[in-house]
């Protein structure tokens, strides 16, 4: 089904295309004017500057002239070219292109028929979880020599890339808060993916041709699965940004990677294995001086039809090769984008993907608490942030990734803000059968790094369990809205806890005050055999019984010391009812209780550790050994 689209200031394409149409007016758009304010808010416009219709401009324009292609991308005098590498990647795949660029046909200038045009185009953005329809009017700036001022085509008669760019341009306020950006937020913004950033340890990589390979493999593969790419070079402390190398490679300036290549080179009876990547600068110039460059020696060890079978073209204006080996040497950023496909069915090879939206919030009243506590440095406060729950099924590690994005603030530059808050997240393994808000930090499973980015990721292998996510910003009292994103190959229902207690609701009527609320942590059994299968190593499993709740452990093989690592949370009416801990076969022994053993707790005890030997069972068939466990019980919720 598709998803629904949010009409961006309210505005229409069809009812305001129509309307120009019924009155036989060109569109002039009330929300984005051509005058210096939808261009600047620091500087001024330059000199001899007009606002100029693709007609005024050219005859016979077009959106599109031979198809959508990288080439039809120029920057321009704006410092943006985090966005044009992003739209350059775009261009490369019709399905990601046409969700950005909708009813693409239709609004295509027909030269038959110039009644049907009425100067206004539409575009799309992914923001926050959803699809958002921009409309803009075709009046674009235009320098005192009568060239665009900023994006253009290489073909002058073709006008989407300037569009896009006006587009984009207007849901960030003006044509200048564009400038200086992350390559991260618009591959997002074009695709609704989710992007990874990647550091690269140029020294590490040089040196160790595995890791190297390793990386070209990642790339390779992401790449294969329609994966948007982009590179950067960081400039060092007190190097200039777009600062050009001695290789001819600028700093601090975007790059998208269009093909990566495995090349094998046969000369003087010898062969050669090359990994290769194709660049592609988003200026239109191919900088790059070194090996395989423009010209190099390098390429008349093959033939044009090699370099034709193996892949080795270059089509595009900007683009260039380079060996990996030089790539890792001199880049030091990388961004994947992946894409989100939506299935009914689902192959396994698929990302599944949960998504929640969420908001730090002030407290609604001085006697009440907020949801803006800050990072896990604050103590106090770490646990009052919004929290989400999600739980992995099955036995083994599943890898999880994690995205957290945070609303736009680019919209409120030309106004003095637009910072963005410094954002990450901390995912807590918690009970298996909790249902309700973390009161205390018992294990932290994994922690993103912490930036002033729009969006931070993070990849973890996790054990089966249930976890908690806890998105915060860096400090307390920050505000704002985010969307929680988690990508799994499994199936996860991702929630928000909002209660302190758990349901169900008659719970807090009979619980006698204060409360005792106890937790069980079953780590491991020790030296588990079966006396009469000397060699078999039958499944076992826990099972934690607490009043008349209970909760199982997986099923594990008794080989030695099995890692049960069950953490389970009781809230008890009867503070000296017992909590009885008991080990279970199946298997060749059906089910059959093995051996037991009762913990009792009648007084709140701080932490205690307890070991319990199981012994015998029925007919002397049991397991032998030693079950761990911890438990901790507090008085009232405020001690959690």
């Known amino acids: 089904m598709p998803e629904p689209v949010h009409r961006f200031l309210g505005q229409k394409f069809h009812k305001l295309r129509r309307a120009c149409l019924h009155r036989g007016v060109l569109f002039k758009d009330p929300l984005f004017p051509a005058t210096?304010?939808?261009?600047?808010?620091?500087?001024?416009?330059?000199?001899?500057?007009?606002?100029?219709?693709?007609?005024?401009?050219?005859?016979d324009p077009r959106l599109f002239l031979d198809g959508i292609s990288t080439r039809d991308l120029h920057q321009g005098s704006l410092g943006n070219c985090w966005m044009v590498a992003a739209i350059s990647c775009l261009a490369s795949e019709p399905s990601l292109w046409k969700k950005v660029i909708p009813d693409h046909a239709e609004q295509e200038w027909n030269p038959k028929r110039p009644d049907l045009y009425a100067g206004i185009f539409h575009f799309r953005f992914w923001r926050l979880g959803r699809w958002t329809d921009v409309v803009v009017d075709d009046r674009l700036?235009?320098?005192?020599?009568?060239?665009?001022?900023?994006?253009?085509?290489?073909?002058?008669?073709?006008?989407?890339?300037?569009?896009?760019?006006?587009?984009?341009?207007?849901?960030?306020?003006?044509?200048?808060?564009?400038?200086?950006?992350?390559?991260?937020?618009?591959?997002?913004?074009?695709?609704?993916?989710?992007?990874?950033?990647?550091?690269?340890?140029?020294?590490?990589?040089?040196?160790?041709?595995?890791?190297?390979?390793?990386?070209?493999?990642?790339?390779?593969?992401?790449?294969?699965?329609?994966?948007?790419?982009?590179?950067?070079?960081?400039?060092?402390?007190?190097?200039?940004?777009?600062?050009?190398?001695?290789?001819?490679?600028?700093?601090?300036?975007?790059?998208?990677?269009?093909?990566?290549?495995?090349?094998?080179?046969?000369?003087?009876?010898?062969?050669?294995?090359?990994?290769?990547?194709?660049?592609?600068n988003p200026w239109g110039t191919a900088d790059w001086t070194g090996a395989w460059s423009q010209g190099s020696h390098e390429w008349?060890?093959?033939?044009r039809s090699d370099r034709e079978k193996m892949g080795l073209a270059v089509r595009d204006v900007g683009e260039f090769w380079m060996?990996?080996?030089?790539?890792?040497?001199?880049?030091?950023?990388?961004?994947?984008?992946r894409l989100v496909e939506r299935f009914l069915l689902r192959p396994r090879s698929h990302w599944r993907e949960e998504r929640l939206h969420g908001e730090w919030a002030p407290a609604p009243a001085p006697d009440q608490t907020g949801r803006c506590g800050g990072c896990i440095n604050h103590r106090d406060t770490f646990l009052h942030n919004p929290q989400f729950m999600f739980e992995l099924g099955g036995s083994e590690e599943e890898e999880v990734l994690i995205c957290l994005q945070q609303e736009d603030r680019r919209i409120h530059r030309k106004h003095g803000g637009g910072e963005n808050l410094p954002i990450g997240f901390e995912v807590l393994k918690v009970e298996v059968n909790r249902s309700s808000r973390v009161q205390r930090v018992e294990e932290k499973a994994a922690s993103s790094v912490y930036m002033d980015s729009r969006s931070v990721t993070l990849r973890a292998a996790l054990a089966p369990g249930r976890y908690v996510i806890l998105p915060t910003t860096f400090l307390p009292g920050a505000t704002g809205r985010f969307l929680l994103r988690v990508f799994c190959h499994a199936p996860v229902r991702l929630r928000e806890l909002r209660e302190d207690l758990p349901p169900p609701w008659w719970f807090r009527c009979f619980l006698p005050q204060p409360a005792v609320v106890t937790t069980v942590h079953l780590r491991r059994a020790s030296g588990l055999s079966s006396p009469k299968r000397p060699?078999?190593?039958?499944?076992?499993?826990?099972?934690?019984?607490?009043?008349?709740?209970?909760?199982?452990?997986?099923?594990?093989?008794?080989?030695?010391?099995?890692?049960?690592?069950?953490?389970?949370?009781?809230?008890?009416?009867?503070?000296?009812?017992?909590?009885?801990?008991?080990?279970?076969?199946?298997?060749?022994?059906?089910?059959?209780?093995?051996?037991?053993?009762?913990?009792?707790?009648?007084?709140?005890?701080?932490?205690?550790?307890?070991?319990?030997?199981?012994?015998?069972?029925?007919?002397?068939?049991?397991?032998?050994?030693?079950?761990?466990?911890?438990?901790?019980?507090?008085?009232?919720?405020?001690?959690?």
């Open 300 to 303: 008349q060890r093959m033939s």
């Open 323 to 337: 060996d990996f080996q030089d790539f890792c040497l001199y880049f030091t950023d990388v961004v994947v984008c």
């Open 36 to 59: 210096a304010q939808s261009l600047f808010y620091k500087r001024e416009p330059p000199p001899g500057l007009t606002w100029k219709r693709p007609k005024e401009i050219c005859k």
């Open 141 to 280: 700036p235009v320098s005192g020599d009568g060239v665009l001022l900023f994006c253009r085509s290489a073909t002058p008669r073709e006008f989407w890339s300037a569009l896009l760019e006006k587009a984009y341009a207007k849901l960030n306020g003006c044509y200048e808060a564009l400038e200086g950006g992350n390559t991260t937020e618009a591959l997002i913004d074009f695709t609704g993916g989710v992007s990874e950033p990647l550091r690269l340890d140029g020294g590490a990589l040089s040196a160790r041709s595995h890791q190297r390979r390793a990386l070209f493999q990642t790339l390779a593969k992401a790449h294969e699965h329609k994966a948007l790419i982009t590179c950067s070079i960081r400039p060092a402390e007190g190097e200039a940004a777009e600062s050009a190398l001695g290789c001819g490679l600028v700093r601090g300036h975007a790059y998208g990677i269009t093909a990566l290549r495995k090349v094998r080179l046969e000369e003087r009876g010898s062969v050669a294995r090359l990994f290769m990547v194709r660049m592609r």
């Open 535 to 640: 060699g078999s190593a039958p499944g076992v499993y826990a099972v934690v019984r607490c009043e008349n709740h209970a909760v199982r452990s997986r099923v594990l093989r008794a080989e030695g010391n099995p890692e049960f690592n069950l953490r389970a949370i009781f809230y008890r009416r009867h503070p000296d009812a017992h909590i009885s801990i008991q080990l279970w076969a199946r298997g060749l022994l059906r089910d059959l209780l093995l051996g037991g053993a009762r913990l009792q707790t009648a007084q709140p005890e701080t932490r205690c550790s307890r070991v319990m030997d199981l012994r015998g069972g029925r007919s002397g068939a049991g397991l032998r050994g030693r079950v761990y466990v911890e438990t901790s019980s507090s008085v009232g919720l405020t001690d959690l």
